[in-house]
């Protein structure tokens, strides 16, 4: 589409976004294939965890005819290549990349079989399905054939026989109540992994069904199961979550019952509440995106089997009923994981704005006894200074008292007819007054300067 759009004619519109064809191109990122039936369907999903697309493009090379394979192919998230007789598929995924190769049913696995095997009947080198980089989480072998499902009930029959006459799930799928379609085939399955790790899944068309029909059934049907699969892979961490949540909100507990009743210090609260929140926020950040991701998996399952469109057949359940009373209970399990989780991140959240309020007030009234201590303190200063100021005062006429006498005497050497203790008496009044009045004009000073 790009290369089309950038061979046209000059666009009247306004220069486009850079992300404009990534996003319109991206309905058409993952094509259903055409499928001729009968068919076979060799479906294997890997976790890419750690995997890089250089690898995966190293091992698509080894598939005969495709020495040549470049990277770039690869940059779509999708690739379909032709070999002798079948076709694989390549898709990745965020957290998964599944294979499909698509090849002819034998004759010996149509219906009227029991049981039958398909694994020598595989156009591709066991080694190379075997050697795929990655681990398995989903593989499925899907078999497509025509036959008559007017009678849909002699259509899971047969299906039975096919799986060994065991029990199994099976639908009609298709079905339009608005436009009263009988639907366009019936599914029949177990959900049993075999020896070999993979389950079966049998669609029964009726003849003249196209091959664009066939390969959009296929994929509902293979992107429904590989989803479930990763789906689930949340519950195994919910329940290893659990016993660290019980004793997170038992810790959470005691520490709001000390809080209440004073029966700790604060810094021993704190200690045990910092203890708390750093074992919640580690099994957040460990585990917030699996469990969103099981939310967001469980959606697609929904919509994949509103998708087929089922119709019970009497005396069997159905894929949806099947799979949504097994599966309810554990995306439930992991939905209410994720709420105790947070709803615990939240509560930690009030315990500490309780804790901090109670320090806050223990510090205020520390400050507050403090500051009273500091008043009287600096009350005791002032007397002190004002005691010191009178004794300066005292201290500093002394001297000069002392040098008046030193004068008049020197004076009365002199042969003036001066009494010294008499005169300097007399001046003392004047000396004290003269000190007092100096000391005061300092301080005025110095408080004029502050």
């Given at each position: 589409?790009?290369?089309?759009?950038?061979?046209?004619?000059?666009?009247?519109?306004?220069?486009?976004?850079?992300?404009?064809?990534?996003?319109?191109?991206?309905?058409?990122?993952?094509?259903?294939?055409?499928?001729?039936?009968?068919?076979?369907?060799?479906?294997?999903?890997?976790?890419?965890?750690?995997?890089?697309?250089?690898?995966?493009?190293?091992?698509?090379?080894?598939?005969?005819?495709?020495?040549?394979?470049?990277?770039?192919?690869?940059?779509?998230?999708?690739?379909?290549?032709?070999?002798?007789?079948?076709?694989?598929?390549?898709?990745?995924?965020?957290?998964?990349?599944?294979?499909?190769?698509?090849?002819?049913?034998?004759?010996?696995?149509?219906?009227?079989?029991?049981?039958?095997?398909?694994?020598?009947?595989?156009?591709?080198?066991?080694?190379?399905?075997?050697?795929?980089?990655?681990?398995?989480?989903?593989?499925?072998?899907?078999?497509?054939?025509?036959?008559?499902?007017?009678?849909?009930?002699?259509?899971?029959?047969?299906?039975?026989?096919?799986?060994?006459?065991?029990?199994?799930?099976?639908?009609?799928?298709?079905?339009?109540?608005?436009?009263?379609?009988?639907?366009?085939?019936?599914?029949?399955?177990?959900?049993r992994l075999l020896p070999s790790g993979f389950e079966r899944i049998l669609v029964i068309a009726p003849p003249g069904t196209s091959p664009t029909r066939a390969g959009r059934i296929s994929q509902r049907l293979l992107e429904l199961e590989v989803y479930r699969l990763m789906a689930l892979r949340g519950l195994p961490v919910a329940k290893d979550i659990a016993p660290v949540l019980a004793q997170a909100e038992a810790s959470l507990a005691d520490v709001t019952l000390k809080l209440e009743g004073k029966q700790a210090s604060e810094s021993e609260l704190l200690d045990t509440l910092?203890?708390?929140?750093?074992?919640?926020?580690?099994?957040?950040?460990?585990?917030?995106?699996?469990?969103?991701?099981?939310?967001?998996?469980?959606?697609?399952?929904?919509?994949?089997?509103?998708?087929?469109?089922?119709?019970?057949?009497?005396?069997?359940?159905?894929?949806?009923?099947?799979?949504?009373?097994?599966?309810?209970?554990?995306?439930?399990?992991?939905?209410?994981?994720?709420?105790?989780?947070?709803?615990?991140?939240?509560?930690?959240?009030?315990?500490?704005?309780?804790?901090?309020?109670?320090?806050?007030?223990?510090?205020?009234?520390?400050?507050?006894?403090?500051?009273?201590?500091?008043?009287?303190?600096?009350?005791?200063?002032?007397?002190?200074?004002?005691?010191?100021?009178?004794?300066?005062?005292?201290?500093?006429?002394?001297?000069?008292?002392?040098?008046?006498?030193?004068?008049?005497?020197?004076?009365?050497?002199?042969?003036?007819?001066?009494?010294?203790?008499?005169?300097?008496?007399?001046?003392?009044?004047?000396?004290?007054?003269?000190?007092?009045?100096?000391?005061?004009?300092?301080?005025?000073?110095?408080?004029?300067?502050?």
């Amino acid at each position: 589409m790009h290369n089309l759009a950038a061979t046209a004619a000059p666009s009247i519109l306004p220069p486009d976004d850079g992300l404009r064809y990534l996003l319109h191109n991206e309905v058409h990122a993952r094509p259903s294939a055409r499928i001729h039936l009968p068919a076979l369907i060799i479906s294997v999903a890997v976790l890419n965890e750690g995997v890089s697309r250089e690898a995966e493009c190293e091992h698509l090379r080894r598939l005969p005819g495709q020495e040549g394979l470049q990277l770039e192919a690869m940059q779509g998230n999708f690739l379909r290549l032709r070999g002798d007789g079948h076709t694989v598929k390549w898709e990745r995924h965020s957290e998964f990349t599944r294979y499909a190769i698509v090849q002819a049913l034998p004759t010996r696995a149509l219906l009227g079989c029991n049981e039958p095997e398909l694994m020598s009947a595989m156009r591709v080198d066991a080694d190379w399905l075997r050697q795929l980089p990655g681990r398995t989480v989903a593989a499925v072998k899907l078999v497509m054939l025509e036959h008559d499902i007017s009678r849909p009930d002699e259509a899971r029959a047969l299906g039975q026989q096919w799986f060994g006459g065991r029990t199994v799930v099976a639908s009609m799928m298709g079905n339009s109540e608005e436009s009263g379609h009988a639907g366009h085939s019936v599914v029949v399955t177990n959900f049993r992994l075999l020896p070999s790790g993979f389950e079966r899944i049998l669609v029964i068309a009726p003849p003249g069904t196209s091959p664009t029909r066939a390969g959009r059934i296929s994929q509902r049907l293979l992107e429904l199961e590989v989803y479930r699969l990763m789906a689930l892979r949340g519950l195994p961490v919910a329940k290893d979550i659990a016993p660290v949540l019980a004793q997170a909100e038992a810790s959470l507990a005691d520490v709001t019952l000390k809080l209440e009743g004073k029966q700790a210090s604060e810094s021993e609260l704190l200690d045990t509440l910092i203890h708390v929140a750093a074992g919640v926020e580690r099994a957040t950040a460990q585990h917030a995106y699996r469990f969103a991701a099981t939310q967001a998996y469980d959606t697609l399952v929904r919509q994949r089997i509103a998708e087929l469109r089922e119709r019970p057949i009497p005396g069997t359940q159905t894929l949806g009923e099947f799979m949504q009373r097994r599966l309810s209970p554990a995306i439930a399990t992991v939905a209410a994981t994720a709420q105790r989780l947070a709803s615990l991140s939240q509560r930690i959240e009030r315990v500490s704005a309780l804790l901090r309020t109670r320090v806050d007030i223990a510090t205020e009234q520390q400050n507050h006894l403090l500051l009273a201590k500091l008043t009287r303190g600096q009350d005791l200063q002032l007397n002190l200074q004002t005691t010191v100021e009178g004794l300066s005062i005292a201290a500093i006429s002394y001297y000069v008292v002392s040098l008046l006498l030193y004068a008049a005497k020197a004076l009365k050497s002199a042969g003036l007819g001066v009494n010294p203790e008499m005169a300097v008496g007399a001046v003392i009044p004047l000396v004290l007054w003269s000190v007092w009045r100096a000391t005061r004009r300092v301080h005025a000073k110095l408080h004029a300067r502050s």
